[in-house]
């Protein structure tokens, strides 16, 4: 659950740090005072776009940051720490900072690590659930009902499993029709192939062997002149009278016998003496040069041939010599998709057949899966329903099956239909309901939902729109016993739905002749009084409306 907000410099806000509890916190103020100012600085805090624009004015930067207790929440606290973002010290609580610029540029951390945006996204989906007051516009697009009851369900691992085998079956099935209606381009093909193959295949190319010929041919080309000079630099270190090798051993001699010799000499003599190891080993070096490298016309003939044949093969394909080992590797491959005429059709064809089967099998799965929770759902949306004031209304979800059109989502169409009247035929939400309607119909779906959700920290945002009286305090029943199993934050408009939370916040607007702020005020006791009261008789505040809204809390403990 979220524990602590922090929001600096964020739109009318200038310093506001706000400890939330568990159960239902509801958010009350005037109409503009920015009551949805809070949901907006922590939906930066789970991912949403920056905005530089709601950076206050004034300011170089917003920073909001918000606490959430893990204790109950097993997955945020594994995926923090297969990304190695949990904190050691407190491994049951997680911080989500972010910071935007007047020139909205954003920074994001997770526990004091920058993070990226799919980084918050992902894990803020994981700790909280916001539902808008305009979500039910979401219920008149027909591919939301799917995802909605899948969803609801909690078979999204089975839905990707559908997905994959129809994509494998598709992408092979259209393999297939290709080589059938393009038999005669495919053989020329294998032709072509085969012919480039069997050629890499003679040349055999080994791994390193281009650079390996290419020096060779080099020393080959120069070999009369190597030899050469090896022999004159080998005659000039072993000379008898003026070699190098007779001069070093006379220097030698000369400094040995001086006696009481400085440093310098000493040093002198020193570099000598390994100079005159160093001139031995490379005599050696030579003499063997000399012994094993011989003039080899009819090698470098060879070495020489062998590297034309795989230039030639190289300008063929227009590829560095370098790099005909993978072409010969991806021909091979090809060829051997391409081969095997009649007998290749009809392994495919088998091949087809089955990953088909697998598709409806997997498919046959998801749809008695979604049969039942459809059923399900439609029952308790239903029963909400009749709370919210449209007792006659009959919401169905259909699962129509696609007959031989299947598709990537399975074997049958999902789709909310509703009759509000009694004796009606259930249509679709958009041919029948309200907008009244539809927003009692979104309330029902998400309370529903939210029953089943595995996230402990649910926020509604003005959901109880276009409602009021009775039906407003059915909702806030339905609110207040969803807190019992988390936290709700709810922004509400309604007197009915404010009196049932357990923390009540007030936003507050205070405007100068420069500048605005706002702020959220906790209330206790007579102040909870008075702003229900406000909230319920406008700008003058009566004894009987006071006296209503005591009594409205009063119900609401008492429940």
């Known amino acids: 659950m979220l524990s602590h907000l922090s929001i600096q410099n964020f739109t009318l806000v200038e310093r506001l740090d706000l400890d939330l509890k568990a159960g239902m916190t509801v958010i009350t103020g005037e109409t503009g005072a920015g009551k949805s100012v809070l949901l907006e600085a922590l939906g930066q805090t789970l991912g949403d776009r920056a905005d530089a624009s709601r950076v206050r004015h004034g300011s170089k930067r917003a920073d909001i940051a918000a606490t959430f207790e893990l204790a109950t929440n097993p997955r945020a606290r594994r995926w923090l720490t297969q990304a190695d973002l949990a904190q050691q010290d407190a491994p049951d609580e997680c911080l989500l900072r972010r910071t935007v610029t007047g020139e909205g540029r954003s920074k994001a951390?997770?526990?004091?690590?920058?993070?990226?945006?799919?980084?918050?996204?992902?894990?803020?989906?994981?700790?909280?659930?916001?539902?808008?007051?305009?979500?039910?516009?979401?219920?008149?697009?027909?591919?939301?009902?799917?995802?909605?009851?899948?969803?609801?369900a909690g078979h999204n691992t089975l839905v990707?499993?559908?997905?994959?085998?129809y994509s494998s079956w598709h992408e092979l099935a259209a393999s297939l029709q290709h080589r059938r209606e393009n038999a005669d381009e495919v053989n020329a093909r294998y032709q072509l192939v085969h012919y480039q193959v069997e050629e890499l295949d003679q040349l055999n190319i080994q791994a390193d062997e281009i650079t390996a010929l290419e020096q060779e041919q080099r020393e080959l080309t120069c070999a009369e002149d190597l030899l050469q000079t090896s022999a004159q630099v080998l005659a000039l270190c072993s000379d008898d009278e003026q070699g190098l090798q007779t001069g070093l051993s006379r220097a030698l001699q000369m400094l040995r016998k001086l006696n009481n010799k400085p440093a310098a000499l000493t040093e002198a003599e020193q570099l000598l003496s390994e100079a005159e190891i160093q001139l031995e080993e490379a005599q050696h070096s030579l003499e063997h040069f000399g012994d094993s490298f011989s003039l080899d016309p009819e090698r470098l003939q060879w070495v020489e041939d062998r590297l034309s044949s795989i230039y030639d093969v190289a300008r063929k394909h227009r590829v560095a010599p370098e790099e005909l080992p993978k072409i010969h590797e991806a021909l091979a491959h090809e060829l051997a998709s391409l081969g095997g005429g009649d007998e290749r059709l009809e392994a495919m064809a088998r091949e087809v057949a089955q990953l088909e089967q697998e598709f409806r099998t997997k498919a046959g799965e998801l749809s008695s899966k979604r049969r039942k929770t459809a059923a399900t759902l439609s029952k308790k949306v239903n029963a909400h329903l009749k709370a919210?004031?449209?007792?006659?209304?009959?919401?169905?979800?259909?699962?129509?099956p696609r007959d031989d059109r299947p598709s990537a989502h399975g074997l049958e169409d999902i789709e909310l239909l509703i009759s509000t009247n009694p004796g009606q035929p259930a249509a679709p939400l958009a041919k029948v309901a309200s907008g009244g309607e539809l927003s009692r119909v979104s309330l029902a779906i998400q309370v529903v939902a939210a029953e089943r959700s595995a996230i402990a920290s649910l926020v509604f945002d003005e959901v109880d729109v276009g409602i009021g009286g009775a039906t407003a305090d059915t909702v806030g029943r339905l609110l207040r016993q969803l807190a019992s199993r988390g936290q709700i934050l709810c922004v509400t408009h309604l007197a009915q739905v404010a009196s049932k939370g357990h923390q009540h916040l007030r936003v507050e607007k205070t405007s100068r002749s420069k500048s605005a702020e706002t702020a959220l005020i906790e209330?206790?006791?007579?102040?909870?009084?008075?702003?229900?009261?406000?909230?319920?008789?406008?700008a003058t505040i009566t004894e009987e409306s006071r006296a209503h809204a005591q009594q409205m809390l009063g119900d609401a403990a008492e429940a």
């Open 523 to 538: 209330l206790e006791g007579n102040d909870k009084v008075e702003e229900l009261a406000r909230m319920l008789g406008g």
């Open 388 to 400: 919210l004031a449209m007792e006659h209304a009959k919401l169905t979800v259909e699962c129509k």
């Open 160 to 165: 990707q499993e559908v997905k994959t085998a």
């Open 109 to 152: 951390y997770i526990n004091g690590h920058p993070a990226t945006l799919a980084q918050l996204r992902e894990l803020g989906d994981m700790l909280m659930d916001i539902h808008s007051q305009h979500e039910h516009q979401s219920l008149l697009v027909k591919d939301n009902h799917r995802r909605l009851l899948d969803d609801y």
